[in-house]
């Protein structure tokens, strides 16, 4: 440490200056606090309860210019220039708690995942803290986005355990299937579980020529009529997580329209019961997802156009299923939903465990230099 003072005034005639650099060297330096973290109304509370600093010595030596003089006096008031350090660091250690206490409590209550729907982060629970971790429960389902305020809603004290086998993972993240299941039904009764087919991959199934060896009465009616598909969830798709995969049950109404000039006329309903399994991933700090046909029953809700043979429609409705339904649900699950991760961090070697009813990330997380916590 350098230091430098120079001073003049007119009653003499010359300046008065000097530098002086210092050493300094502290031994036994002690740092003690107690905190108190809380589950405050949804939001994150951090008590300091006790805060203290202790140094066991102080060493001081200067040298350069007048060191001899100035030496003496460091010496004289080295209990008072001890104290004075000790108070330093515990105030600096009372303001940093201050401005993590101020950032918990401003987390936000919910995280945007698209524009129609965000997860509901609100803490439930008590803090749950142990020698070597902390841990956290948030409500974690779907919402409306732009809804009304969060309530502080009642929660079961039904504590989610982080099963991860590495024990040197930094992060376990426990996702129970109500979370995705909340999703799928904030969809459902969204309305955006419906659409309408005029595209498919083998473009000739869209029209009644397709489908004259498969249902001939259809083609006679409507001879080289072009055709929609409408398709509407009859409930939300309900999700399932075992140890050894994830599955969901999908019940479903495709409504078989011919397009006749301006009109469009339905001719037949047939009720699908689809049972897929999928994959769960890691894409950057979104959990991601695919889905797989593993098996699916049909039957005839009714029809305008004569009795259906149903083993002939079967293989074309798996077709369907394969090219044109998956392909556009894993099109939207591969966008992922966001973790509940601290903004700036993110996972790193992150992997999957499934347990029953639940979905465990254990990862690694780096924080980005760029960014700043407090």
């Keep these: 440490m350098n230091w430098y003072y120079s001073y003049s005034t007119w009653l003499v005639p010359f300046k008065i200056s000097d530098r002086v650099s210092a050493q300094v060297q502290i031994e036994g330096m002690e740092v003690g606090l107690t905190l108190g973290l809380e589950n405050k109304e949804g939001s994150l509370n951090l008590k300091l309860k006790d805060c203290g600093s202790h140094v066991e010595d102080i060493s001081i030596k200067l040298d350069g210019g007048a060191s001899w003089l100035y030496q003496g006096v460091v010496d004289a008031f080295e209990e008072q220039i001890v104290s004075a350090v000790e108070n330093a660091i515990t105030k600096k250690l009372k303001e940093g708690i201050s401005r993590l206490d101020s950032y918990l409590r401003n987390l936000p209550k919910e995280v945007p995942v698209d524009e129609h729907a965000s997860l509901n982060v609100t803490f439930v629970n008590d803090v749950l803290l142990s020698d070597s971790s902390v841990g956290f429960e948030t409500n974690g389902l779907f919402i409306e986005s732009a809804s009304n305020p969060i309530p502080?809603?009642?929660?079961?004290?039904?504590?989610?355990?982080?099963?991860?086998?590495?024990?040197?993972?930094?992060?376990?993240?426990?996702?129970?299937?109500?979370?995705?299941?909340?999703?799928?039904?904030?969809?459902?009764?969204?309305?955006?579980?419906?659409?309408?087919?005029?595209?498919?991959?083998?473009?000739?199934?869209?029209?009644?020529?397709?489908?004259?060896f498969i249902i001939p009465q259809l083609y006679k009616k409507y001879p080289n009529h072009d055709m929609n598909l409408n398709v509407s969830l009859s409930s939300p798709p309900v999700v399932e997580i075992s140890n050894q995969k994830v599955g969901a049950h999908i019940l479903a109404d495709l409504t078989i329209d011919v397009l006749e000039d301006d009109e469009v006329i339905p001719v037949a309903c047939i009720s699908l019961l689809i049972q897929a399994s999928g994959s769960v991933n890691v894409n950057g700090n979104n959990l991601v997802g695919a889905v797989r046909l593993d098996d699916f029953a049909m039957s005839l809700e009714w029809t305008n156009i004569g009795n259906l043979r149903m083993y002939l429609i079967q293989p074309v409705m798996w077709t369907l299923i394969e090219t044109v339904f998956l392909p556009y649900v894993n099109a939207h699950l591969s966008k992922g939903i966001p973790m509940p991760i601290i903004h700036g961090f993110t996972l790193q070697n992150a992997e999957i465990i499934l347990s029953t009813s639940r979905v465990t990330v254990c990862s690694d997380v780096a924080f980005g230099e760029s960014e700043k916590l407090l």
Excluded: E
């Design 152 to 212: 502080n809603l009642g929660h079961t004290n039904s504590i989610l355990p982080v099963l991860c086998t590495n024990s040197s993972k930094m992060l376990g993240i426990t996702l129970d299937q109500a979370v995705f299941n909340s999703a799928s039904a904030l969809y459902y009764d969204a309305k955006f579980m419906h659409w309408i087919v005029d595209q498919v991959p083998d473009q000739s199934l869209l029209n009644t020529a397709g489908w004259r």
